[in-house]
């Protein structure tokens, strides 16, 4: 086998949990083939580079071997080199200040604490002059 469908390779190669998604994600321009926009019958060859935007992060793989059939992961990750860039780091806000449903009203020292919190958060604003 020569080439095949991206949407049916990023299933194949478990980059996508459905083939469903993996069109609509063709569709909505989200996959490029060699730095051109891919359709869902595009179809992909050993050398191809591949960027797609899944689930929030950009992923760039270079074809290594084509398979149209879903395959367990340690043999998927076989069929491609993985050039992804590292995600970026997620800031830390502190925890979230949430209460439980249905819990009533903070008590006072229940306000004394939560206030004590986000006084601890927030930036320290600069001397007036």
Same mark, same amino acid.
């Given at each position: 086998m020569e080439s095949?469908?991206? !949407?049916?390779?990023?299933?194949? $190669?478990r980059l996508v949990k459905?083939?469903?998604?993996?069109?609509?994600?063709?569709?909505?321009?989200?996959v490029r083939v060699n730095d051109r926009s891919a359709k869902p019958a595009t179809p992909v060859r050993p050398g191809d580079t591949v960027r797609a935007r899944l689930h929030d992060r950009i992923r760039v793989v270079d074809v290594v071997k084509i398979i149209d059939k879903r395959v367990g992961a340690p043999e998927? $990750?076989?069929?491609? $080199? !993985?050039?992804s860039p590292e995600p970026e780091p997620t800031l830390f806000a502190g925890p979230l200040l949430r209460r439980d449903r249905g819990a009533g009203r903070p008590t006072k020292r229940d306000r004394r604490e939560i206030e004590r919190l986000r006084r601890s958060w927030a930036t320290p604003e600069p001397p007036l002059r």
């Amino acid at each position: 086998m020569e080439s095949t469908r991206i !949407d049916r390779w990023l299933w194949a $190669v478990r980059l996508v949990k459905t083939r469903s998604a993996a069109a609509e994600a063709c569709r909505g321009g989200h996959v490029r083939v060699n730095d051109r926009s891919a359709k869902p019958a595009t179809p992909v060859r050993p050398g191809d580079t591949v960027r797609a935007r899944l689930h929030d992060r950009i992923r760039v793989v270079d074809v290594v071997k084509i398979i149209d059939k879903r395959v367990g992961a340690p043999e998927a $990750v076989t069929c491609y $080199v !993985d050039r992804s860039p590292e995600p970026e780091p997620t800031l830390f806000a502190g925890p979230l200040l949430r209460r439980d449903r249905g819990a009533g009203r903070p008590t006072k020292r229940d306000r004394r604490e939560i206030e004590r919190l986000r006084r601890s958060w927030a930036t320290p604003e600069p001397p007036l002059r």
